[in-house]
């Protein structure tokens, strides 16, 4: 069984700076990647951005691109992602997710992770 905790959310105001991370506990051998999604009130869980865990590469919304950066600690389970220059638009729940093994769906698909965390709320608002 694996866990994600996630942290570092919180009130900003417009223009500042976030960094979430999120840990794994539990057996990550086959860790595949980690991505952080967000849901907004009313809406529908949207992908941000995405890792490979081997090799590295990043995955990231257009929303996001030039913004926010996605990281990891391999030796640590740890993802993070930098958030610059926060928007109104970008409060949300942020959610952390994880997933194993030979993947089904695209790094970006919602659907195509195993493990969720429980989400950190993320408020930009002057």
């Known amino acids: 069984q694996v866990q994600l905790v996630e942290s570092g959310g919180g009130l900003v105001q417009p223009g500042g700076s976030l960094r979430l991370s999120c840990a794994a506990s539990?057996?990550?051998?086959?860790?595949?990647?980690m991505g952080w999604f967000r849901q907004a009130p009313g809406k529908e869980r949207e992908f941000v951005a995405a890792?490979?865990?081997?090799?590295?590469?990043?995955y990231s919304a257009d929303s996001a691109k030039g913004r926010f950066t996605i990281s990891r600690d391999n030796a640590k389970n740890t993802v993070y992602l930098q958030m610059n220059s926060l928007k109104p638009e970008d409060t949300a729940v942020y959610y952390c997710?994880?997933?194993?093994?030979?993947?089904?769906?695209?790094?970006?698909?919602?659907?195509?992770?195993?493990?969720w965390g429980q989400g950190t709320q993320v408020t930009v608002s002057s």
């Open positions: 539990g057996s990550a051998f086959s860790l595949n990647a």
């Open positions: 890792i490979s865990w081997k090799g590295g590469s990043t």
């Open positions: 997710a994880a997933r194993f093994g030979v993947p089904r769906l695209g790094i970006t698909s919602i659907n195509g992770y195993d493990y």
